[in-house]
């Protein structure tokens, strides 16, 4: 389940972080048809991920390294790559406060201690780059170019691998004791995170579906792809509700309580309400340089919701 609590700054203004494949942009939302851009700062992201602490951890696009930086002013406290300079991390996921597992290019899942980064686990169940994490209360899933997910306990057991796909699995959420896997192709498959036996397949996108989200309070699943759209669909019964069109591949989806955001390889980032569908608002704010990913980070020292 996705669950964004609503911050403000002092002022009384949520704000979000938005960075784009060339580096940050630090934004302040007045209200829903507002954006004005605050500060920003180059780090050629990929991903960023971040808790409480006043850090957030950021993988390099250029070389797949992995940093910690401060999340006010984007200055580097430390940086490692973690196996070596020929492995790169291809994705994060904060399973506990003193717990990161990170992804790799080599298809090792790295549990690493959040503060120290040091590497306290390899999983290595994969053969091919790991490119989507996601979790339960209970369970960790990876989703990789071999075209499998596997399963784990939090504390880094393996539990089961899924062979529901033919092509990579390109991103990954679970909800409800199921596991939604897009892959390649733009196939969603649709198993049961108990046994791993297919429950269903959701077929619409026509290239790489490239983010999964749930809304629990819709009871809907969005998904977005290079195919240009945005696909909404019924938890119900996983049929497709609707479909939304950008100019470009989308490559980003984030959501609040009352908004779902996209974001396309031009730069352009769309503002949707889940319920009527009507697109709220249009921000033009990396042009030309392209949105790599949007995602929820969390500071709850600062009062604020932060989006990468």
């Given at each position: 389940?996705?669950?964004?609590?609503?911050?403000?700054?002092?002022?009384?203004?949520?704000?979000?972080?938005v960075?784009k494949?060339?580096?940050?942009?630090?934004?302040?939302?007045?209200?829903?048809?507002?954006?004005?851009?605050?500060?920003?700062?180059?780090?050629?992201?990929r991903q960023?991920?971040?808790?409480?602490?006043?850090?957030?951890?950021?993988?390099?696009?250029?070389?797949?390294?992995?940093?910690?930086?401060?999340?006010?002013?984007g200055?580097?406290?430390?940086?490692?790559?973690?196996?070596?300079p020929?492995s790169r991390?291809?994705?994060?996921?904060?399973?506990?406060?003193?717990?990161?597992w990170?992804?790799?290019?080599?298809g090792t899942?790295?549990v690493?201690d959040?503060?120290?980064?040091?590497?306290?686990?390899?999983?290595?169940?994969?053969?091919?780059?790991?490119?989507?994490?996601?979790?339960?209360?209970?369970?960790?899933?990876?989703?990789?170019?071999?075209?499998?997910?596997?399963?784990?306990?939090?504390n880094?057991?393996?539990?089961?691998?899924?062979?529901?796909?033919?092509?990579?699995?390109?991103?990954?959420?679970?909800?409800?004791?199921?596991?939604?896997?897009?892959?390649?192709?733009g196939?969603?498959?649709?198993?049961?995170?108990q046994?791993?036996?297919?429950?269903g397949?959701?077929?619409?996108?026509?290239?790489?579906?490239?983010n999964?989200?749930?809304?629990?309070?819709?009871?809907?699943?969005?998904?977005?792809?290079?195919?240009?759209?945005v696909r909404?669909?019924?938890?119900?019964?996983?049929t497709?509700?609707?479909?939304l069109?950008?100019?470009?591949?989308v490559?980003?989806?984030?959501?609040?309580?009352?908004?779902?955001?996209?974001?396309?390889?031009?730069?352009?980032?769309c503002?949707?309400?889940?319920?009527?569908?009507?697109?709220l608002?249009?921000?033009?704010?990396h042009?030309?340089?392209?949105?790599?990913?949007?995602?929820?980070?969390q500071?709850?020292?600062?009062?604020?919701?932060?989006?990468?």
């Amino acid at each position: 389940r996705f669950v964004v609590p609503q911050f403000s700054e002092p002022g009384g203004s949520p704000a979000v972080f938005v960075p784009k494949l060339c580096g940050f942009a630090y934004r302040c939302i007045m209200d829903i048809t507002y954006v004005d851009c605050i500060a920003s700062f180059e780090c050629q992201a990929r991903q960023v991920c971040s808790s409480d602490s006043p850090n957030c951890w950021v993988i390099n696009e250029k070389d797949g390294s992995l940093a910690s930086r401060v999340c006010k002013t984007g200055v580097v406290s430390r940086q490692t790559t973690l196996r070596g300079p020929f492995s790169r991390c291809t994705t994060l996921l904060l399973v506990k406060p003193n717990s990161l597992w990170v992804g790799m290019d080599d298809g090792t899942v790295l549990v690493c201690d959040t503060y120290t980064l040091n590497i306290n686990l390899e999983l290595t169940h994969h053969r091919g780059a790991i490119l989507c994490l996601a979790q339960t209360p209970l369970h960790v899933f990876s989703g990789s170019t071999d075209t499998r997910v596997c399963q784990y306990t939090k504390n880094g057991e393996y539990v089961r691998h899924i062979l529901a796909h033919s092509y990579a699995v390109s991103s990954l959420i679970v909800f409800d004791d199921l596991v939604y896997s897009a892959d390649d192709e733009g196939s969603i498959m649709c198993t049961s995170s108990q046994n791993g036996s297919r429950v269903g397949e959701l077929h619409g996108h026509t290239q790489r579906v490239t983010n999964l989200l749930a809304l629990d309070k819709h009871n809907q699943l969005w998904s977005t792809s290079r195919d240009t759209t945005v696909r909404v669909w019924s938890l119900d019964d996983q049929t497709m509700t609707r479909t939304l069109h950008h100019k470009a591949a989308v490559t980003a989806l984030c959501a609040t309580e009352t908004t779902v955001w996209t974001g396309d390889d031009a730069g352009t980032i769309c503002l949707w309400d889940p319920t009527t569908f009507t697109r709220l608002n249009v921000i033009q704010s990396h042009k030309g340089n392209g949105v790599s990913q949007i995602a929820m980070l969390q500071r709850l020292k600062t009062d604020m919701v932060w989006t990468c």
